[in-house]
């Protein structure tokens, strides 16, 4: 019986941040439950692409399939799509499946807080650095199941990878009372993804490299200018 005293505080370097730079750059979660209402909060940073950049999915391994993803177009629109296929198939469903561009212009490396809110009543709510932006339908998708968490990368037909860097990942249900997946980002080092839920949602990173978070001012005019800094801190 887990009495939820696991301590992970030796594994925390600083302040950092995963860059995932497109090329098969991408950590992952496996069997992570999948629940009717939720809540997931991203800080995350585009870099730019010629194509879409997944910031994440959490989704059966396979075309379409069954569950949620989100990404930046190449104009700097956010994309999401409900996966409503069910089991794996080949090709992918025509319907069960729904996608939603929202129309705000994202700024090449910048930081955003991004909240996606499952209700449980058949919508998924988005809002960017606290501000509603859209919704989607989620009708149909098989909860209470586990799928694939995917930071920087979606599965469709195996090709997907995001130009993006993510600092911070949080999952909990709806209330914000149960915290099932914590990724706070913050080791370093190495190529596991550490849940500090208590939960043992460890993942694994392939390929993604460890970028320190330095704060600071970032604007080259101004008398306390500081050149290593990567967050403007106002």
């Avoid at 992918?92 to 129309?103: E, I, K, L, P, R």
């Avoid at 009543?121 to 209470?144: A, C, P, R, T, W």
């Avoid at 997907?160 to 999952?171: K, L």
């Avoid at 997946?181 to 939960?199: P, V, W």
Wanted: charged fraction near 15%.
């Amino acid at each position: 019986i887990d009495d939820g005293s696991c301590d992970y505080s030796s594994l925390i370097n600083g302040d950092y941040a995963l860059y995932f730079d497109g090329d098969n750059d991408y950590a992952q979660v496996s069997n992570l439950e999948y629940l009717e209402s939720y809540k997931t909060k991203v800080k995350f940073k585009w870099h730019g692409s010629d194509s879409t950049s997944p910031i994440y999915s959490h989704k059966n391994h396979c075309i379409r399939g069954q569950g949620h993803s989100i990404g930046i177009q190449s104009n700097g629109f956010l994309t999401s799509n409900s996966h409503n296929c069910g089991e794996c198939s080949t090709p992918a469903c025509s319907n069960g499946y729904d996608a939603q561009t929202h129309n705000m212009n994202l700024n090449v490396n910048q930081w955003y807080d991004l909240l996606v809110h499952a209700t449980g009543n058949d919508e998924i709510l988005y809002y960017l650095d606290g501000v509603y932006i859209g919704s989607l339908s989620d009708e149909n998708i098989n909860y209470n199941n586990t799928h694939h968490l995917l930071m920087g990368r979606v599965t469709d037909q195996n090709t997907g990878y995001g130009n993006v860097s993510i600092s911070e990942f949080i999952y909990m249900n709806e209330s914000e009372s149960d915290t099932l997946a914590y990724y706070k980002f913050e080791e370093g080092q190495g190529t596991t993804l550490y849940d500090y839920s208590g939960n043992s949602n460890h993942g694994n990173i392939y390929g993604a490299t460890w970028i320190q978070n330095i704060y600071g001012c970032m604007d080259d005019h101004a008398d306390n200018y500081d050149s290593n800094a990567n967050i403007d801190d106002g």
